[in-house]
């Protein structure tokens, strides 16, 4: 048998017994409990249906559509996350590339003598030119899954740069609802502020033609006086507010603060559903939320990198090869006696120092055991999030109820106040403090009505809903060829 013969047996059988090393991952159990149903999410204001992909459609707006839509295409944030993970598939296919040979090209002329003495003789060598022309192959042969333990940590960072992306959607879609409701909320307790501030002006006026009129008094005056400029010292507020939110909602959406249409400017109420808020149960949402799946991406890598660190305690074995042509004119390094090629085995192994090996892998499987307890963490953080997000969107429901049921008895009892004063039953005091009684009623149901939608979005964000229409609509990088 020839030596290449040989040379391609033994590359075959090193093949062969390809193996990788370190543990294989496994996918973590979620914690006892966290598939089942909702604890606070037990009230008929939520629903066990699977959250819609586009929620922001439930509250049946086509301008809050809009702008979610123009934000999941436009926003910087996403930009960014998009970067990221055209860089870890970038890195991929660098990995992968690890397993295709190796190859370079060479070409040299050099003019010279070589040293006589260095060959024992006691002359001088002849002055020549030499020219040379090489073809140059190397592949390693991944006996100990060195490079395959590697690709696999690359893919399973690209799968976290993938989620970490669909984070960024969800987010982005939430933020984009919530400045939204934020300025629709503001432009409603404006107007509630300016409705309060003319029944107070109509207040005023009536204290004054009494005042004409000999019967009231300048302290009467004085005091409605007061109470309407408390009002009005409020409608600032509110228009410092809506204006910050529509800023906010032209970054979003990828404008200048001084670009959002007049459309944003339009609404006076704020968002509201209609119907029970379809919330799935824990193990919808361990599938859905994206930071959980970026957190067992993470792992995977993790536990794929205890691999490479692990082959670092074996031996490379790569296999070259050499074809070219070496001769001391340019016109014969095409003639036969110049070709010369070469076919051998290299092996590279940093015994006896393996302590520096066996540290690397220490550093990684404390990589993973961190990665492990990252992962539990953000599967009971998910978990958290999302009980106290129904929680308090359930508990508000209730405080809003009530405050209807004191708004609607304060306007009563500011109605009957003004009718007592007009006919001298009751003093003008009793009509500033059931009108003031009723302008907190007022206010503090526009609060309400601003915190649910605040808390409605905050809900459907710790549902981890939005990103899969993103994904699927649009592809802002291209895929990874498999």
Known sequence: MS???????????????????????????????????????ERPVFSTAPLPDDWWRLYEDPTLDRYVSEALAANRDLGVAAANLARTRAVLREVRDQRLPQTGTSASATYGRQSGAAQGLDRSLDTNTVFDLGLDASYEVDLFGRVGRAIEAARADTAAAEAALDVVRVSVAG?????????????EQLAVGRLTLRLQDDTLTLTRRILEAGRGTRLDTARAQAERERTAATLPLFEAERDRALFRLAVLTGRAPSDLPPSGFACTTTPRLRQAIPIGDGAELLRRRPDIRQAEAELAAATARIGVATADLYP?????????????????LASGPAFRFGLGPLISWSFPNLGAARARIRQAEAGAQGALASFDSTVLEALGETETALSRYAHELDRRAALLIARDASGDAAQLARLRFRNGADSFLTVLDAERTLSEAEAALAESERQIADYQVTLFKALGGGWQTASSRQAMVAPVSR
């Open 3 to 41: 030596r290449l013969a040989l040379t391609l047996a033994a590359t075959a059988l090193l093949l062969a017994g390809c193996a990788k090393v370190g543990p294989n991952f496994a996918q973590p159990a979620p914690p006892q409990g966290s598939a089942s149903r909702f604890v606070a999410g």
């Open 175 to 187: 933020e984009t609802a919530r400045a939204y409701a934020n300025a629709c909320s503001a432009a």
């Open 316 to 332: 490379r074995i790569s296999l070259g090869a050499s074809i070219g042509s070496t001769a001391t004119s340019i016109g014969d």
